[in-house]
């Protein structure tokens, strides 16, 4: 394993994530000094360091051996970004939303303008219809 090309790996995934050094150490917990030398090979960065990169998105996999993870798109890596930096909360309706099973919320339907935000376990049938004719509003239905 080359020091160096891990260097030159860590800044290609810190620019293709559009992050400066000082940004980089920041989110990091390093100073910028440091960072440059993980940058230009002088230094190996840590374990704890390569994780907090991987929150951010580093293809980590690349970084030390050179080989990328499995390739996903721009989005696909933004969406992966945000649910690691996510609630338990938020990440079990994203999980409910998309129909994972082992979820506690299931069959979830959002469509239209949404203003109302419900907490806690969605289970049972729950139906809320907001708007319609004249600015009316209804509630359906809860088990």
């Not at 860590?10 to 940058?39: C, F, M, P, W």
């Amino acid at each position: 394993m080359n020091i160096l090309d891990i260097g030159t790996r860590l800044k290609e995934e810190r620019e293709r994530l559009s992050l400066s050094q000082i940004d980089l150490a920041t989110a990091t917990g390093v100073e910028r000094k440091t960072q440059a030398n993980y940058e230009a090979g002088r230094s190996e960065p840590t374990a704890g360091y390569l994780a907090r990169a991987a929150h951010l998105g580093f293809d980590i996999s690349y970084v030390v051996l050179g080989v990328p993870a499995a390739s996903l798109a721009t989005e696909e890596q933004e969406l992966l970004r945000r649910f690691r930096g996510a609630t338990d909360d938020l990440r079990a309706g994203a999980l409910a939303v998309l129909g994972v099973s082992g979820s506690a919320r299931t069959g979830v339907h959002i469509a239209g303008d949404v203003t109302h935000v419900s907490h806690g376990p969605m289970t049972g049938a729950n139906t809320y219809n907001v708007g319609g004719k004249g600015g009316r509003k209804k509630r359906g239905s809860a088990d």
